[in-house]
Every structure is written in C-alpha cells, then in structure tokens.
C-alpha cells in the first residue's frame, strides 16, 4: 500500500500547545529541510466542513465533501501547505469553532486516509519534518528519527493564551488520545523530549544532538 520513501522524514509528535509547531518549523529551517504541519492539514478540512455547514458528527457527509474537494499544495518559506480548492485557508484555522470540532472531524476514516496520501506524497519529494499526532506511530513509521515533544498541562495552557487563542486544550487532548483510528500515543521508538523548562533553541538543539547519535547526517 505504501510507497517508497525515498527522502528522510523526521516525525515530530505530541499534545496540544506542546510546542511541536515552533520546534518543527525551526529544525526544518536549520537542516533545510521542508516543514509541513499535518495539524494544519486536519484544521483546513474542518473549516471547511464547518464553512458548508455540514455538522461534524455527520461522518457519511464529512466523506461525501472528502471526495468532492480538490486537494492541492504550496511550498511557502520552506513549508508544505495544503490548498483546498486552491485557497490557503492559513488564516481561518485558529478559528475558535476550529478548535472545538477539529478532534471530531479527524476520527473520520476517509479524512484521515487523504491526509496520510497527501504526507507520503510530499515524502516523496522532499526531506521533510512534519509534526502531528500519529506521524511517528502510523504516517511514517518506519521513519529512525521520531521525536515526541511533551510539557506539563500547565505550560501547555500558558504557552497556549500566550498566543491569544482560546482552546480546550485538555478537551482535544482526551480526544485524541482516546480515538480508535490513530490515537495520539508515545510511538515505542520514539524519543521523548520534556520541555516545559526548556526555550524553542535549546528543545532543538537537543533533537539535533539526539539525530546525530543516530547518525542522521546534517549537511554543511
Ligand atoms: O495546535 P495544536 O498543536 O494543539 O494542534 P494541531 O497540531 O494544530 O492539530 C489540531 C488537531 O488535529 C489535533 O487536536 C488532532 O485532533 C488533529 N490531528 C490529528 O488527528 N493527526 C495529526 N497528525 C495532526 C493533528
């Protein structure tokens, strides 16, 4: 069912507001590698259920909408966005009705399934680091280099208002922990990284250590 992956992927997992975004976004930048957010991916299509009105525990109409979508992409300063009938929905996915119905409309099978196609296509291409929730455990499991970036609840909802966002954090994390179809779990090798006391440089100068134990190699 897979295709070959061809390009390294470095899998970036872990809960809400953990701080996966900042992290990814700056080793991609400095191993010049392509930063892609899976997050995104799943919030793009849940504004775009809620934009039509559809209600989000319709599962049957949530994939009709899947198969009628036209799904595309944009390399932008070193990220892979995805485009739904040709628009970056980049400014609508910190929507507070995204927050409240992304973890819903992510349980739906055939959402899950295009989102996984469109990851492994871009692996294809490119070196990518992508975060998310399953990339280590299912996406790209297979990939060496996994991390899972991890904080306390509290610094998780610190971190969170500081960006003026509301979101139930707590909320979606049980939700996504407690899902059938790839449930936020710790991948078995993956590497655990606690950084509730720890700045966006040092998580990541920690993850580049780790790589290279692992004899990642790290060009120029
Ligand atoms: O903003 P935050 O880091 O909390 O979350 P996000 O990465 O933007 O992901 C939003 C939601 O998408 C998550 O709460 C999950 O429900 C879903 N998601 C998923 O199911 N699988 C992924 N690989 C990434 C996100």
């Given at each position: 069912m897979e295709s070959a992956q061809r390009h390294r992927v470095i899998a970036i997992d872990g809960p809400a507001?953990?701080?996966k975004s900042s992290v990814a976004r700056e080793l991609a930048q400095r191993l010049h590698f392509?930063?892609?957010n899976s997050g995104a991916m799943y919030r793009a299509v849940t504004w775009s259920v809620l934009q039509r009105g559809i209600?989000?525990?319709d599962k049957s109409r949530i994939a009709q909408l899947i198969a009628t979508l036209k799904f595309g992409c944009e390399l932008k300063d070193g990220e892979l966005r995805l485009l739904i009938d040709d628009v970056d929905l980049t400014p609508q996915l910190h929507e507070d009705r995204v927050n409240g119905e992304v973890s819903r409309v992510s349980t739906v099978p055939e959402v899950r399934q295009v989102i996984f196609n469109r990851l492994r296509d871009y692996a294809n291409k490119y070196d990518l680091v992508v975060e998310?929730?399953?990339?280590?455990?299912v996406v790209f499991s297979e990939t060496p280099f996994k991390f899972y970036i991890d904080a306390s609840p509290e610094v998780r909802a610190q971190r969170r208002a500081a960006q003026g966002h509301r979101d139930q954090i707590a909320r979606r994390d049980r939700a996504d922990s407690s899902r059938s179809a790839s449930p936020l779990i710790v991948a078995e090798d993956a590497d655990v990284i606690e950084t509730s006391h720890l700045t966006v440089d040092q998580v990541v100068d920690e993850i580049m250590k780790r790589l290279r134990k692992k004899n990642f190699r790290v060009a120029g």
């Open positions: 507001a953990s701080g392509v930063y892609v209600n989000p525990t998310g929730r399953d990339i280590g455990s």
